[in-house]
Each structure stands twice: as C-alpha cells, then as structure tokens.
C-alpha cells in the first residue's frame, strides 16, 4: 500500500540544544531557505482523508508487525518528537484529534519533504503506526517549546502564568486540559437542550446597555461613540429578558457573558458565563424541582453517577464526595440563621436598630463586613459565615429578607421575606432564583432602597431602570427565573480548584505589572 502523511511539525533533535533564540534564528533562517527554492511554507489546504479516530479504529486492531499495503491515505497532526535508530529509520510522534499516532521513515527528515516506506500497520513493537510515502509540513514551529522534553507523555506545562497566557502551549502540552473544555462544551450542550425541549427559546440581548440592572454587582463602564454617552457592560441579561415575557415569549433563555468589575480569586472571574432562563405562569417552587431535574440529569449523563469526586480541599487532601441525587436539601434562610447563630432578627429589617444588631452580631462571631455596612450586606456575610459553609451537598438556602432581593415578589405568607432561593454546592453560590416582582409600583419603591445603598457607598446597589418599570406596567405574568453560572459548574465538573482552569483565555494582569501573580 502507498500512504502519505502530512503533518504540522515541530522541529526536534539537534535544535534542542539550543537557546530559545538561536532556535528561532535557526527557524527562520531555515524558512528562508526553503522560500528562495520555490517552495510555499504555508500551504494553502491539505486534504485530510482520514482523521486520527477513524484511523486508530481501522487499523488498532492489527496484530504487532502486520502491514496494510492496499490503502492509501492522508492524516495531518503536529510533530511532538523525533526518535533514531541504528537502521536508519526515524521514528515521530504526531498528535492530532487528541491521539497518537506513529510515523516511521526510512530517511532523514528534511524541513519540508521527505521519502519513506510504504505501508500502515504495526511496528515490531505493537505500536500503531505510519509507513510513510511522503511528508509535507503545512506549517513549521518557529519556537521551541516548553520544557526539557516537548512530549506530552513524559512532559506537564505547569507554569501557570505560561498556560493561561499561551493556551495553545497549555492544550498542545497538557492532553488534559482537553477534556475539561470538552466537558464545558457539554454542559451548555445539555443545558441547552434541557431548555429547548421544555419550550424554551433561546435569544441574544444586549452586553451594552444605559442603565446596568439585574444583579447586585458593580459594571464596567464605556463609551458609545456614535451616541456619545457612556454605556455599561451588562452585569445580568435579567431585565431584558423579563421585557421579552411581558412580550409574550412565555419561556425564554440566554447563555452568555456578564461583566461584573469586581475581584479575581480562585471562584471569581469579571467576564464569567452564565445561563438566565424564564418562564411564564411559575413560581420559585417549579425552579427548585427544574433545577433539581437538569443538575441531577446533567451529572449522570456526564460522569455516570449522581455523585462526584470533588478536591474542595485543594489536591494534596482527598477528595470529598458530592451527591447530586435528588431531592436536594433545602434550608430556610431566616430560621437556620436564628437557629446556628443564637440570634432573633428583628422584624423591620429596614430600620437602623436592625443593622445596629447585625453589626453587633458580625463583630460578635468575628464575621468581617468591609464598608459599606448595609443591612443587606451584613446578613449576607452572616449567612456566608453560618449557613453557606454546610451546603457541600446541593442544598437551596431560601426565602430570602426583601432587603437582600430587590427584584424578587414578597413571599405570599411571610412578611418580609421574598420567594427566593440560592442553590450552593461545595460552599459556592451556583445559582441564583425567585418568583419574579412583577408589580411595578413595588419594584419603583425597592428601587427606591437599593438607591439609599448606593448613597451610602455601595457601588453594587442597582440603579433605578425606568424603562424596565415601564414595562412591568404593561403586564408581566406570573413568572420565574433562574440564573447559574456555568464556569463554577464546569469547576465542579472537572475536578478544577482554579476558575482559570475553566476559561479558555481568562483575564490577567498584564505581564510589567503581574510580579508572577496570575
């Protein structure tokens, strides 16, 4: 059999001895060459007759040392290491479709062509491999790479400024890290097919808008030229959509980025994906049984079972184990806050005696609640300190005070409270639901609290948006929502202790002002 192969490459062998620069003066030097002979470095197109999966599957089972010679094909892959021997044969290593494959020739590997043998099959040795016919690199490496050794078998990119800068050294180097955006991949691949078989639609609206609305956060800020006013990043797509309810799309969805100008840490990056859907004629009761439905579903279709191995603990501990098995636990937020920390909350958590309460409580327990200290504020942390710290399994922390959830209905039998939940796993918010406050005059006065927030120095306070209350006065029905955040899913997922590790290109400080902090 006649085969080609052609390949992207790297070059390997007596380069490796090299310093990086003289390595890439040699590249380039040796690319000149190759010009002034007539020859295109970069060809246009190359075509591929058999992917690196479909030819393992035809070929994996032949036995050690047995030859195909009736087939003649064409595999492209990147070179990752070049191997002698004493008769004259070369061994590469290319990888491509996340796999391995052998080459072997019978002559030494110039930059650009080289003759072979003439065969596919077995090496002596078992291993899968290409006689190869010819070789064509389609676009040479001009950088040596990484470490002492670029063979992703033997060799682990580990410096983390270098893999979330150059990904593409991070992903050619760490087979790895592969699969955990594979993974990501089907987890908005299952969300949104969990969304749309239920009725959904999913939609696209604004990332800029005048007013920034729909999350407790504070925004990014640019300029539109063309109007010449500053407009926000979008911190939520939560306004927009409910306006597409009052419009009549009864169960609608968007997944896509929210930009919240805020800290980075090992859970917290400020251009994060996120998944909002809503749907008519529900309440937050029907989100906890949906959510309950599309975690539980989405595990064991990923991992197989409803529990997972978790390193919540960083990875030189074990694992914990989470269990998505429904249903999940469900605590009250009010009462379990009561109850864990001794306290009696006062009934008018609007007024000053009940943030001098909360202040006394947070410095009690040596809870720390950075300025500004709003009521909102402080429960939060209290509730961080007490209740959140016991969610490793699933569980919804609900019911949330109305001072906390200013765009969520009044709970219909308590009070003060709202029908809200947070759903946390492994201690970490992952979503965020409620019956939505569809009364425009309410939302006008909650509005109204988050703006003397604001006056106190809350930058995360949201800001009135008239046009969103105009259209609540056109009629929103009865309607529930829910937003989660796919890179923390994705984390959990993955086994990843760092969000970084679940963004393809993650923001990071620039590199003269980095001192090694990633």
Request: hydrophobic share 35%.
């Amino acid at each position: 059999m006649a085969t080609k192969s052609v390949h992207q490459k790297n070059h390997v062998g007596e380069d490796d001895n090299m310093d990086p620069t003289q390595y890439l003066q040699n590249r380039l030097a040796s690319l000149a060459l190759t010009r002034a002979s007539g020859i295109n470095p970069y060809p246009h197109k190359f075509t591929v007759s058999m992917n690196f999966a479909e030819f393992i599957g035809t070929y994996g089972s032949l036995d050690a040392g047995e030859h195909v010679e009736t087939d003649e094909i064409s595999l492209a892959g990147r070179i990752m290491s070049k191997r002698g021997s004493s008769s004259k044969l070369y061994f590469y290593d290319i990888y491509g479709d996340h796999a391995k494959v052998q080459l072997i020739s019978d002559a030494r590997y110039c930059l650009f062509l080289s003759k072979s043998l003439e065969t596919n099959g077995k090496s002596k040795k078992g291993e899968l491999s290409i006689f190869a016919k010819s070789l064509i690199v389609l676009a040479p490496c001009l950088h040596m790479l990484p470490g002492p050794a670029r063979n992703p078998e033997t060799y682990t990119l580990k410096d983390p400024a270098t893999r979330y800068r150059q990904r593409y050294l991070d992903t050619m180097l760490n087979p790895g890290v592969h699969q955990v955006f594979r993974t990501r991949a089907r987890i908005i691949s299952y969300y949104r097919h969990f969304l749309d078989s239920r009725g959904f639609v999913e939609v696209e609206t604004p990332v800029m808008s005048i007013t920034p609305g729909g999350a407790a956060a504070k925004p990014f800020i640019t300029y539109h030229n063309e109007l010449d006013t500053h407009v926000y990043m979008r911190v939520s797509p939560e306004l927009s959509l409910k306006k597409l309810v009052v419009g009549g799309y009864d169960r609608v969805y968007e997944i896509g980025k929210q930009f919240r100008n805020e800290g980075m840490d090992l859970t917290h990056s400020p251009e994060f994906t996120m998944c909002e859907f809503y749907m008519a004629y529900q309440d937050y009761s029907d989100l906890i049984e949906i959510t309950e439905q599309l975690l539980s579903g989405m595990v064991k279709e990923l991992t197989g079972s409803y529990k997972i191995k978790y390193h919540g603990n960083g990875l030189s501990n074990e694992p914990i184990e989470i269990d998505f098995t429904p249903p999940f636990r469900r605590i009250d937020l009010t009462e379990e806050l009561e109850r864990m920390a001794n306290l009696k909350l006062p009934q008018d958590l609007s007024s000053e005696e009940a943030n001098k309460y909360l202040m006394d409580a947070c410095e009690k327990f040596h809870v720390n609640c950075p300025l500004p200290r709003t009521t909102a504020r402080l429960l939060d942390k209290l509730v961080g300190h007490f209740l959140e710290e016991t969610c490793i399994n699933p569980t919804f922390i609900m019911n949330h005070p109305e001072i906390m959830s200013p765009l969520a209905k009044w709970h219909r039998s308590r009070p003060g409270l709202t029908e809200r939940f947070e759903l946390f796993v492994n201690k970490r918010e992952l979503c965020n639901a409620y019956t939505e406050l569809n009364d425009p005059e309410v939302q006008r006065s909650r509005f109204a609290e988050q703006l003397k927030d604001r006056q106190s120095g809350d930058e995360e306070a949201m800001i009135l948006d008239e046009s969103y209350c105009t259209a609540l006065e056109y009629g929103l029905p009865p309607t529930a929502g829910m937003g989660m955040g796919i890179d923390r899913l994705t984390m959990l997922l993955t086994d990843s202790q760092n969000v970084k590790e679940v963004i393809l290109y993650p923001p990071m400080r620039t590199q003269e002002d980095s001192s090694n902090k990633v």
